[in-house]
């Protein structure tokens, strides 16, 4: 079955230090990955996307990420977190024409990030 | 450029109950995705629209249903509701359906609609 697992319900990390978000995901073929970000009371932000090439992908925010195709892990990184980055995280994967053209999500990741 | 919008805000619906939901998609996109935020579940999938067609849905009951306008905005309806109905229901927008892109563009998501049953 096609699936994404974000292996942790939350993550700490005090400001300035840097964080991780974990994500690993199962798909046949290759995958389109994707992050989104949710601030309280709105909808999903997106942050960025592997679709091919370079391993690391720069987002907005300052948000990188890199893929591991033999690890099947997208990780989601900051080198330095922000107070403002406490919200909740998303990793996705996107799924060709065989899939239907779904979008899987993770059950997301909460950050708090301590001043 | 103006996102994706939901309305209403907040839905307030007893048990048996219809609901309808809207989704106005960002100009230029064709396609809207529904989804289902329950506390604690994430995001599932819920309904896929391209060009004014049902492309696919998610493992849902058929009381979930909806459609796509000409303008491609969108309306979700759930019928018959149930307690466990009551999520945060988030409307995506993408810049193209079958036609192509449709894989790896970003989805733009609208705010969403609570909606509570009691």
């Known amino acids: 079955a096609q699936s994404v697992a974000q292996p942790e319900d939350q993550v700490n990390v005090a400001e300035g230090n840097p964080l991780t978000v974990k994500c690993t995901y199962s798909?046949?073929?290759?995958?389109?990955l994707f992050w989104y970000v949710q601030y309280p009371n709105r909808g999903l932000q997106f942050l960025l996307k592997y679709i091919t090439g370079d391993n690391l992908v720069k987002g907005s925010y300052g948000f990188e990420a890199e893929f591991n195709k033999s690890q099947t892990s997208f990780h989601l990184k900051k080198p330095s977190a922000l107070v403002s980055d406490s919200a909740l995280y998303f990793c996705?994967?996107?799924?060709?024409?065989?899939?239907?053209?779904?979008?899987?999500f993770g059950a997301g990741t909460r950050l708090f990030v301590k001043a | 450029e103006a996102g994706v919008t939901q309305s209403p805000t907040h839905l307030i619906k007893t048990r048996g109950q219809q609901a309808t939901l809207r989704c106005s998609p960002i100009s230029g996109h064709t396609s809207v995705y529904w989804y289902q935020q329950a506390l604690g579940l994430g995001l599932q999938f819920l309904l896929w629209?391209?060009?004014?067609?049902?492309?696919n849905r998610g493992n849902f009951p058929p009381r979930f249903s909806g459609r796509q306008f000409p303008n491609y905005s969108s309306e979700l309806n759930v019928n018959a509701l149930e307690l466990e109905d009551s999520a945060l229901y988030l409307c995506?927008?993408?810049?193209?359906?079958?036609?192509?892109?449709?894989?790896?563009?970003?989805?733009?998501f609208g705010p969403g609609t609570r909606l509570t049953v009691l």
């Open positions: 996705a994967v996107r799924l060709g024409n065989t899939g239907g053209f779904k979008t899987i």
């Open positions: 798909v046949s073929g290759n995958p389109y």
């Open positions: 995506a927008s993408l810049p193209a359906g079958l036609a192509g892109g449709s894989s790896y563009n970003e989805q733009f």
């Open positions: 629209y391209d060009e004014g067609e049902e492309r």
